[in-house]
Each structure stands twice: as C-alpha cells, then as structure tokens.
C-alpha cells in the first residue's frame, strides 16, 4: 500500500451538510447498572459511562431513521433530494439478504435518479461510505452530489439483560459529500480504511441468535488499530496531533476511549463523543456527532477534523478534513 499522500487533497470534495436522527425512546441509566458482569465485561467495559441511550420502536426501521438523517442533512446542506447523485447507507446491525435498504431510503427521500446501495465493514461503516463515495463521484464526470447515511439498531444485537445492554443504542446520522472544483486545502483530504482478517475473532456477530461477543483482548487490538491508522493519516498529511482541532472517534466503550486519549496524547478538550448521552451507536456513532457540533456551532470553518474508527472484521480506517 503507498501511504505516501493523503488521497483527496485538493480534490474538490467536501462536506456540505450534516444530519442525525434519534429514536423517540430514550432510556435513562442509573448508577453503575446491574452487578454481576464477567471478565471479559470487565476488560471491555469496564466502568458504566452510558447515561442514556435510544432504542427504536418497530416503526423506527432502519430506512425510516436513514431517511430522516439524510433529509436534515440535504437541507443543511441547502440541497433538494433530487439533487441526489449518489446514496450509500451503512448497517450492519439489521442486514438482510435481498432487498438491500438503500435503494428504499432514496425512495423515502424522494431521490428517485441516485444509484443507492449498501455498505458495512461494521463500525466503520461511515468511512467506508465516505471513501467509496468520494471514489464514485470523482470517477462519474456529471455526479455532484452524494448522500452518506449510517443507520444503526444496536440494540437489538445484545444480549438482554446483559451489561453491554446498557452500553449500545440506535441512532442514524447522514453526510452530504459533494463535488466542486478541484485544487484548494478545504474539504476531505484523505480517507483510509484497512482490513486484518487475522483479528476477525476480536468481535464477532454469529448466528443464530446474533448478539454481540468481543474477546478481552478488544481494547488492545482497538488501541493498536488507532495508532497506525492516525500515524498513517498524519504522516500522509505531514501533520501532527497538535494540528487536529478534533478528534473525533467511534466510542466503543468508555475503557477503550480512555486508553486512545492516553495512546496517541489527546487531550480532553479536542476528543468528542456524545458516548455518554447516546452510547455506542455502530457506524452511525461518527456522522451523529458530527451533526450535533453543525448545530450547536461547535463547528466552525476551517476547523481539522480526524475521524478514527474501528470495526469487527477487522476494519479500522478514518477520515481527515477541513470544514
């Protein structure tokens, strides 16, 4: 692989609104939650950061909470539906064999002319987008316009009753990536995603009953991930940490939040999750928060962002770029 240069320095493509959508039920937490838990609760979890989390009713399907996503971010973005080139939905926590689900999100949207389809490599899911979107509209001369939505029901892939209940929660949130001219230092300048499959038994999701189960070995082979995939954007980019304005991570769990800040000396002020108000929301977790700092005028231009990520498989990748 040549990490010699970040990918999509002036390119053109940049982000040009953000969107999310929360289920109606949210669930307060209180204390630490149920005792008992086991070893690898205990590795993984550890103390119960999680607040509150949402969990979607049956008619919050994971179309329905897409298309809410991405509608509030094609009108941030200023942007009519049929302006829609592209749409590229990530989910991996309710997938099906056929039909896939975004071709009926751009249904809901009204984006009757884009080439919609779905991705996953987990909770890494929203990069992926982001790349193969970026990839797209740069090989299609006419394509301007793409819509990245990662819609998640977390919920559903946990043990009930168990600790990692209390730590997961549905969520959908939406980018709109589009094509201007090219040259500049503004927009998206890299993405890089990059799978192991010799750490695929980190996390795994298996059938029949499909709940979630993570080794205890998850926050060592997580950290070790965030380390070579900033390094590798950093250097690509020929910046350093004190460069990033924020930092902007998957939360898988408080534990491993903890140990990255400490790995790569990020300080508290420039790492943002909404972990505790909103838990681990999969592929969605990235795009919500970025939505949430559009709003409350946390971003501002200009402003470098590092989105590190990591997701069973194993993927881990990320994106770097300026509002």
């Known amino acids: 692989m ?4 970040s990918t999509w320095r002036g390119s053109g493509l ?3 609104g953000h969107g999310h959508y929360y289920p109606r039920t949210r669930v307060e937490i209180a204390g630490d939650g149920p005792p008992g838990g086991n070893a690898v609760d205990a590795a993984v979890i550890g103390t119960l ?9 049956q008619d919050e399907t994971v179309p329905f909470m897409a298309a809410q996503a991405a509608g509030q971010a094609l009108a941030h973005a200023g942007l009519d539906s049929a302006d829609t080139d592209l749409l590229i939905l990530s989910n991996w926590t ?58 998640e029901q977390f919920s559903r892939r946990v ?45 795994t999701v298996l059938p029949p009953r499909g709940w979630i189960r993570s080794s ?5 082979v997580a950290v070790a991930s965030h380390a070579d995939l900033t390094g590798r954007v950093l250097a690509r ?43 681990n929301t ?14 409350d005028g946390r971003m501002k231009p200009g402003d470098l962002f590092l989105t590190p990520t990591v997701g069973s498989g194993w993927y881990y990748g990320g994106l770097l770029f300026r509002a």
Not at 49 to 57: F, I, K, P, S, W
Not at 176 to 187: C, I, R, S, T, Y
Not at 216 to 220: K, Q
């Open 14 to 16: 940049r982000f040009a």
């Open 216 to 220: 205890r070995s998850l926050v060592d």
């Open 94 to 151: 309710d997938r099906q064999f056929v039909p896939e689900h975004g071709p009926q999100v751009a249904h809901l949207l009204g984006a009757a002319g884009a080439l919609a389809f779905d991705v996953c490599g987990a909770c890494t899911g929203f990069v992926h987008g982001v790349q193969t979107a970026a990839a797209l509209l740069k090989a299609h001369p006419k394509w301007r316009t793409a819509v990245v939505v990662s819609s």
């Open 237 to 279: 980019a020929g910046l350093k940490m004190a460069d990033i304005d924020w930092v902007v991570p998957h939360p898988g769990t408080g534990a491993l939040h903890r140990a990255v800040q400490e790995r790569l000396g990020i300080p508290d002020e420039r790492f943002v999750t909404n972990f505790e108000q909103r838990a």
């Open 2 to 5: 040549n990490d010699e240069a």
């Open 159 to 203: 043990r009930p009753g168990s600790r990692g209940e209390l730590v997961v929660g549905d969520a959908a949130g939406a980018a709109v990536l589009v094509k201007g001219e090219a040259g500049g230092e503004d927009g998206l300048l890299d993405s890089l995603l990059i799978s192991d499959g010799a750490a695929r038994e980190t996390v």
């Open 49 to 57: 950061d999680v607040r509150a989390r949402h969990v979607a009713e």
């Open 282 to 295: 999969g592929s969605a977790s990235i795009p919500i928060v970025l939505s949430e700092m559009a709003r």
